[in-house]
Protein backbone atom coordinates (compact mmCIF):
# COMPACT_ATOMS: atom_id res chain seq x y z
CA UNK A 1 0.00 0.00 0.00
CA UNK A 2 1.33 3.19 -0.52
CA UNK A 3 0.96 6.89 0.68
CA UNK A 4 -1.71 8.01 -1.78
CA UNK A 5 -3.79 5.05 -1.27
CA UNK A 6 -4.00 5.69 2.71
CA UNK A 7 -3.43 9.16 2.46
CA UNK A 8 -6.84 8.60 0.19
CA UNK A 9 -8.72 6.12 2.62
CA UNK A 10 -7.87 9.25 5.55
CA UNK A 11 -9.62 11.76 3.40
CA UNK A 12 -12.41 9.65 3.14
CA UNK A 13 -13.18 8.90 7.21
CA UNK A 14 -12.69 12.82 7.69
CA UNK A 15 -14.95 13.43 5.15
CA UNK A 16 -17.53 10.99 6.74
CA UNK A 17 -17.25 12.18 10.00
CA UNK A 18 -17.43 15.86 8.94
CA UNK A 19 -20.62 14.91 7.02
CA UNK A 20 -22.07 13.70 9.92
CA UNK A 21 -20.98 16.10 12.14
CA UNK A 22 -22.48 18.44 9.77
CA UNK A 23 -25.45 16.66 9.36
CA UNK A 24 -26.15 16.38 12.90
CA UNK A 25 -25.60 19.94 13.77
CA UNK A 26 -27.39 21.60 10.71
CA UNK A 27 -24.53 22.84 8.98
CA UNK A 28 -25.06 22.02 5.20
CA UNK A 29 -21.26 23.77 4.55
CA UNK A 30 -19.20 21.75 7.00
CA UNK A 31 -21.61 18.70 5.67
CA UNK A 32 -20.81 19.90 1.92
CA UNK A 33 -17.19 20.07 2.90
CA UNK A 34 -17.57 16.68 4.22
CA UNK A 35 -18.64 15.21 1.40
CA UNK A 36 -16.07 17.03 -1.22
CA UNK A 37 -13.58 15.44 1.24
CA UNK A 38 -14.55 12.07 0.49
CA UNK A 39 -14.21 12.61 -3.29
CA UNK A 40 -11.31 13.79 -2.73
CA UNK A 41 -9.70 10.65 -1.23
CA UNK A 42 -11.58 8.65 -3.43
CA UNK A 43 -9.57 10.22 -6.13
CA UNK A 44 -6.15 10.10 -3.93
CA UNK A 45 -6.88 6.46 -3.42
CA UNK A 46 -7.56 5.88 -7.35
CA UNK A 47 -4.66 7.16 -8.33
CA UNK A 48 -2.42 5.12 -5.55
CA UNK A 49 -4.22 2.04 -7.09
CA UNK A 50 -3.47 2.99 -10.09
CA UNK A 51 0.36 3.32 -9.41
CA UNK A 52 0.42 0.83 -7.44
CA UNK A 53 -0.45 -1.38 -10.77
CA UNK A 54 1.88 -0.02 -12.61
CA UNK A 55 4.86 -0.43 -10.28
CA UNK A 56 4.11 -3.77 -10.03
CA UNK A 57 3.87 -3.88 -13.72
CA UNK A 58 7.51 -2.97 -13.77
CA UNK A 59 8.50 -5.15 -11.25
CA UNK A 60 6.93 -8.15 -13.25
CA UNK A 61 8.81 -6.99 -16.29
CA UNK A 62 12.18 -5.74 -14.71
CA UNK A 63 11.65 -9.71 -12.71
CA UNK A 64 11.57 -11.06 -16.61
CA UNK A 65 14.29 -9.40 -18.39
CA UNK A 66 16.65 -10.41 -15.11
CA UNK A 67 15.35 -13.99 -16.08
CA UNK A 68 16.17 -13.86 -19.36
CA UNK A 69 19.30 -12.67 -18.66
CA UNK A 70 20.30 -15.33 -16.12
CA UNK A 71 19.13 -18.02 -18.53
CA UNK A 72 21.36 -16.59 -21.65
CA UNK A 73 24.00 -16.12 -19.29
CA UNK A 74 23.89 -19.90 -17.98
CA UNK A 75 23.35 -21.18 -21.93
CA UNK A 76 26.63 -18.87 -22.80
CA UNK A 77 28.59 -20.55 -19.69
CA UNK A 78 27.57 -23.96 -20.69
CA UNK A 79 28.54 -23.15 -24.26
CA UNK A 80 31.47 -22.23 -23.36
CA UNK A 81 32.25 -25.13 -21.13
CA UNK A 82 31.64 -27.59 -24.31
CA UNK A 83 34.34 -25.59 -25.92
CA UNK A 84 36.77 -25.85 -23.23
CA UNK A 85 36.13 -29.70 -22.96
CA UNK A 86 36.27 -30.26 -26.84
CA UNK A 87 40.05 -28.47 -26.72
CA UNK A 88 41.26 -30.58 -23.85
CA UNK A 89 40.46 -33.88 -25.93
Known sequence: MNTDQVKGKAEQVVGKIKQGTGEAVGNDKLAN????????GAVRETWGNVKDAANSEHQKHANDAR??????????????KENIDKHKR
Do not use: H, I, Y
Open 67 to 80: NRVVEKTEELKERA
Open 33 to 40: SGVADQVK
